[in-house]
Antibody, heavy 118, light 107 residues
Framework: EVQLIQSGPEVKKPGATVKMSCKASGYIFSDYNIHWVRQAPGKGLEWLGFVDPQYRDTFYNEKVRGRVTITADTSLDTAYIEVSGLRSADTAVYYC???????????WGQGVLVTVSS | DIQMTQSPSTISASVGDRVTITCRASQGISGWLAWYQQKPGKAPKLLIYEASTLQSGAPSRFSGSGSGTDFTLTISSLQPDDSATYYCQQYNSYSYTFGQGTKLEIK
């Protein structure tokens, strides 16, 4: 059974950095890209970027490029997302998701609430 | 960036009704479109991919169609469990965008 288990909720002050994890199981981690998507309270879904765990290649949404870093550790079957220079607009639930095929997200983590507040 | 516009933003329908949600892309995306269902407090769930392929495990009352810029999600006979928000999502050249969502309410 494919599972993506994410780390716990975070509360951060403006300007801080947050790093979240997403541990995969039930498939060969290095074979498929891991994406990150966020959802601000009461809002829609926003794709942030993805990592190819095997080659460490990354692609980012231009809107967050430079503030978001996505990495993967194949020895731990875990992907990470780091968001720096946090502001209130970054308050959201952050999801990781797999892409077993091109173009869509078939399995999702449970989501992590990140709250940015002074 | 390719923008995705869904309509309507909200829809209220009765059990047994046929419901259609539309999604329009700002430029052609061939068939690279997916539909998701999201319930409050839960992660989105993939329903349809490549515009018209039903995801394994998704109920057969859901169907998708379209290509290029115009796409539709149809629920053939609405069930109480279908109360949720539905999102379309496009893929093009390593970039992904979602529609703003359609909230479906059961009368």
């Amino acid at each position: 059974e494919v599972q993506l288990i994410q780390s716990g909720p975070e509360v951060k002050k403006p300007g801080a950095t947050v790093k979240m994890s997403c541990k995969a199981s039930g498939y060969i981690f290095s074979d498929y890209n891991i994406h990150w998507v966020r959802q601000a309270p009461g809002k829609g879904l926003e794709w942030l970027g993805f990592v190819d765990p095997q080659y460490r290649d990354t692609f980012y949404n231009e809107k967050v490029r430079g503030r978001v870093t996505i990495t993967a550790d194949t020895s731990l079957d875990t992907a990470y997302i780091e968001v720096s220079g946090l502001r209130s607009a970054d308050t959201a639930v952050y999801y990781c998701a797999t892409a077993f095929s091109t173009g869509y997200f078939d399995y999702w983590g449970q989501g992590v609430l990140v709250t940015v507040s002074s | 960036d390719i923008q995705m516009t869904q309509s309507p933003s909200t829809i209220s329908a009765s059990v047994g009704d046929r419901v259609t949600i539309t999604c329009r892309a700002s430029q052609g995306i061939s068939g690279w479109l997916a539909w998701y269902q999201q319930k409050p407090g839960k992660a989105p769930k993939l329903l349809i991919y490549e515009a018209s392929t039903l995801q394994s495990g998704a109920p057969s009352r859901f169907s998708g169609s379209g290509s290029g810029t115009d796409f539709t999600l149809t629920i053939s006979s609405l069930q109480p469990d279908d109360s949720a928000t539905y999102y379309c999502q496009q893929y093009n050249s390593y970039s992904y965008t979602f529609g703003q969502g359609t909230k479906l309410e059961i009368k």
